[in-house]
């Protein structure tokens, strides 16, 4: 049997950048090489080899991302420095970004390379991330307290009992949630390291109802509530008929009962031939004691609404998302937008190629 089976061989441990460039500055002070060794423990030929590359290893990590250990370079490093210069220019106007925008902003880049074998996909999103020593910043909501004995029971004998009486297509469900229109998102990517700011949020708030059906199939004319009888945008509408909402408008732009009660007799009225079941929660804006021939109300237990409210489960997460997704859009987006005294994308792609550049608008 060979000796060296019994012999506990030695790692290879690679540097990270961190060691390299403490390595540099212990031979910046003039230090010896010998003497470094010793300090890092490590091979001479290793002090002597980082030393040799100073400039190398410097240059290739600007971002400061001092706990990686490759120096390998992206195969689309043009697409990879214009999304990062992007990235801060928007960080720097404000601006906060998710993961879906700065994909589909490489894919724009992509395009304008004329990289057409480039695929914005997580795994090539998740190496930028950890090349550029950017992070995604989460806030913890706070969850609902459930009694589930008390959930499982409403499903168990209340909901069946009566749900068996419709199909799935006749069964909704309507919420309310508050959208904070003018608000950016608040969950950014940004640099490790960095305070994660993008400054004070707007507090202008609208009340929007939400209201679809099981399958999924059939989805109400939401109701939109604003604090203002006629806002501004509305002074050359013709008939708010026309608008894919209706709005209604009080000082706080809250729900409320007479509200609430008047958007019932519509969707009452719009359903006529038929039968639905309604499922609502127990916000004390939701009349109890209204009658509709065509509608069911239904009442969830309290204190539920976060595990079994069909509305919660996401949907209402999703609208948000979009129309936030739209608002950056909006804001920070587009090729050739920029306010007074800073960069366009162009400017981006010029730096990056070291090239004037003058691109037609993608």
Same mark, same amino acid.
């Given at each position: 049997?060979?000796?060296?089976?019994?012999?506990?061989?030695?790692?290879?441990?690679?540097?990270?950048?961190?060691?390299? @460039?403490?390595?540099?500055?212990?031979?910046?002070?003039?230090?010896?090489?010998?003497?470094?060794?010793?300090?890092?423990?490590? &091979?001479?030929?290793?002090?002597?080899?980082?030393?040799?590359?100073?400039?190398?290893?410097?240059?290739?990590?600007?971002?400061?991302?001092?706990?990686?250990?490759?120096?390998?370079?992206?195969?689309?490093?043009?697409?990879?420095?214009?999304?990062?210069?992007?990235?801060?220019?928007?960080?720097?106007?404000?601006?906060?970004?998710?993961?879906?925008?700065?994909?589909?902003?490489?894919?724009?880049?992509?395009?304008?390379?004329?990289?057409?074998?480039?695929?914005?996909?997580?795994?090539?999103?998740?190496?930028?991330?950890?090349?550029?020593?950017?992070?995604?910043?989460?806030?913890?909501?706070?969850?609902?307290?459930?009694?589930?004995? @008390?959930?499982?029971?409403?499903?168990?004998?209340?909901?069946?009992?009566?749900?068996?009486?419709?199909?799935?297509?006749? @069964?909704?469900?309507?919420?309310?949630?508050?959208?904070?229109?003018?608000?950016?998102?608040?969950?950014?990517?940004?640099?490790?390291?960095?305070?994660?700011?993008?400054?004070?949020?707007?507090?202008?708030?609208?009340?929007?109802?939400?209201?679809?059906?099981?399958?999924?199939?059939?989805?109400?004319?939401?109701?939109?509530?604003?604090?203002?009888?006629?806002?501004?945008?509305?002074?050359?509408?013709?008939?708010?008929?026309?608008?894919?909402?209706?709005?209604?408008?009080?000082?706080?732009?809250?729900?409320?009962?007479?509200?609430?009660?008047?958007?019932?007799?519509? @969707?009452?009225?719009?359903?006529?031939?038929?039968?639905?079941?309604?499922?609502?929660?127990?916000?004390?804006?939701?009349?109890?004691?209204?009658?509709?021939?065509?509608?069911?109300?239904?009442?969830?237990? &309290?204190?539920?609404?976060?595990?079994?409210?069909?509305?919660?489960?996401?949907?209402?997460?999703?609208?948000?998302?979009?129309?936030?997704?739209?608002?950056?859009?909006?804001?920070?987006?587009?090729?050739?937008?920029?306010?007074?005294?800073?960069?366009?994308?162009?400017?981006?792609?010029?730096?990056?190629?070291?090239?004037?550049?003058?691109?037609?608008?993608?």
């Amino acid at each position: 049997m060979d000796e060296r089976t019994n012999v506990q061989r030695k790692r290879r441990n690679a540097l990270s950048v961190r060691d390299k @460039i403490t390595i540099i500055e212990k031979m910046e002070q003039g230090r010896k090489q010998v003497d470094v060794a010793k300090e890092m423990k490590i &091979p001479r030929q290793t002090v002597q080899k980082t030393w040799r590359s100073r400039e190398k290893i410097r240059s290739q990590f600007k971002s400061k991302n001092y706990d990686r250990k490759k120096m390998r370079t992206p195969e689309y490093d043009d697409i990879d420095m214009s999304l990062l210069e992007w990235f801060k220019l928007q960080r720097n106007r404000g601006i906060p970004l998710g993961g879906s925008l700065l994909l589909e902003k490489a894919a724009e880049f992509a395009r304008w390379f004329g990289k057409t074998k480039f695929q914005a996909s997580s795994g090539w999103f998740t190496k930028w991330k950890q090349r550029h020593n950017i992070a995604f910043k989460t806030v913890s909501g706070e969850l609902a307290q459930v009694d589930l004995s @008390i959930t499982l029971n409403w499903i168990q004998y209340v909901y069946s009992t009566v749900a068996q009486r419709y199909e799935a297509r006749d @069964i909704f469900n309507a919420d309310e949630t508050g959208l904070f229109y003018k608000a950016l998102p608040d969950r950014p990517f940004y640099f490790k390291g960095k305070t994660c700011s993008g400054g004070n949020h707007s507090k202008d708030r609208l009340t929007v109802l939400l209201c679809c059906n099981k399958d999924g199939a059939e989805k109400l004319k939401p109701l939109v509530i604003g604090k203002y009888a006629n806002p501004r945008c509305f002074a050359k509408l013709k008939s708010r008929e026309s608008l894919p909402v209706y709005y209604y408008a009080n000082k706080k732009a809250w729900m409320v009962t007479t509200i609430f009660s008047e958007w019932l007799r519509k @969707i009452n009225k719009q359903v006529q031939k038929r039968k639905i079941l309604l499922l609502l929660d127990n916000c004390s804006s939701h009349p109890k004691d209204i009658r509709l021939s065509n509608v069911e109300l239904l009442f969830l237990p &309290p204190n539920a609404t976060s595990v079994i409210q069909p509305l919660d489960q996401g949907i209402i997460n999703e609208l948000k998302k979009h129309y936030r997704r739209k608002l950056v859009h909006k804001h920070g987006f587009k090729f050739k937008v920029a306010t007074a005294g800073t960069e366009t994308d162009d400017d981006i792609i010029s730096r990056v190629l070291g090239v004037n550049c003058d691109s037609e608008e993608i």
